[in-house]
């Protein structure tokens, strides 16, 4: 078949030939037609993520939108390395398959899928319910729009925006944002603009797309001073690191508040929570559309446009 292969860990894939995949006990082949180039597709493919096997080579993709032999059109799982969704062909498990909904195309399913997932998980994993606050910290990439649409959608009662891209960061009061921060002001500025946003809306639980220096500014805004104080519980959910793998914590950060620091995904949740969330998102997708660009290419321009920025939209490929 033809695949986007890794064949090294510090270039593109390659598109070319591999191995078509045999499916096993419990497993079925895919026929692929489309599949999302998400952040955690370029991360494994360079050997920068936790799930990283260092075997190559490998078809890249983690999940993708296809038909099953009997001729069902679903959304899967990617089951078995060395075999990925980048491909003509892949190979998943029955319980990883969600059937799709008519009216989602198979291109947009495929962009959508990973990234609403992400927000939806986390805030499962938070254990969030209607009516309390949610704070976006990286809201302007397409996770983080997507963010915070699926947060509004599930009944947040105030939504927090912060993110770097101006144009984006303009348009996310249309998708759900009641307050926004800007990420490029100077630390100092943006250090009261958290305080305030946290003092006004009673943040409940953080999404933290980004890590770095942006996440060790706002969990100082948190931090709290004196002690008759009563530090409202904060649930802080770590997602991606887009700005940093590591942070410099202080110790008073966590004593003076009420801070929870949790993880969401492969590993701190279920794959059964991620499936489900991902059906959640599709139902919800098939009665009010999700705004999101897509942007369809063919299979064989992967190595032209690995490297390319999401410019607000995702990126997704069909063999």
Not at 168 to 196: K, M, P
Request: glycine content about 10%; hydrophobic content about 50%.
């Amino acid at each position: 078949m033809k695949a986007a292969v890794v064949e090294a860990f510090d270039r593109p894939p390659r598109y070319t030939e591999f191995a078509d995949p045999l499916a096993g006990d419990g497993e079925a082949v895919v026929q692929v037609t489309a599949a999302g180039l998400h952040q955690i597709v370029r991360a494994l493919a360079g050997g920068r993520h936790y799930g990283s096997s260092g075997v190559l080579p490998f078809v890249p993709g983690v999940d993708g939108v296809g038909r099953l032999a009997d001729g069902r059109r679903v959304y899967f799982g990617a089951a078995r390395p060395p075999f990925g969704t980048f491909a003509e062909l892949s190979i998943t498990r029955p319980w990883m398959c969600v059937p799709l909904p008519e009216a989602l195309d198979d291109a947009t399913a495929a962009a959508l899928a990973n990234p609403a997932m992400s927000s939806r998980a986390a805030l499962m994993r938070a254990r969030f319910v209607a009516g309390e606050s949610v704070f976006i910290l990286g809201a302007t990439g397409v996770a983080g729009r997507l963010a915070v649409q699926v947060a509004r959608r599930m009944g947040a009662r105030h939504v927090t925006a912060a993110g770097r891209n101006p144009r984006a960061l303009a348009g996310l009061g249309a998708l759900g944002a009641d307050t926004v921060i800007s990420l490029a002001q100077d630390e100092a500025a943006l250090l009261d603009a958290c305080r305030a946003a946290i003092a006004e809306a009673k943040a409940d639980v953080v999404l933290d797309y980004l890590w770095g220096r942006p996440a060790e500014v706002l969990l100082q805004a948190m931090a709290r001073t004196g002690l008759s104080h009563t530090a409202p519980r904060v649930r802080y959910v770590q997602i991606g690191n887009m700005a940093g793998a590591t942070i410099e914590l202080a110790a008073a950060a966590l004593r003076s508040s009420g801070l929870e620091l949790l993880g969401s995904g492969f590993g701190s949740a279920s794959l059964e929570d991620l499936i489900k969330a991902v059906g959640e998102v599709f139902a919800e997708a098939a009665v009010q559309p999700f705004e999101i660009a897509v942007k369809a290419l063919r299979l064989a321009e992967i190595g032209q446009a690995w490297d390319a920025t999401e410019n607000g939209s995702r990126l997704v490929f069909a063999p």
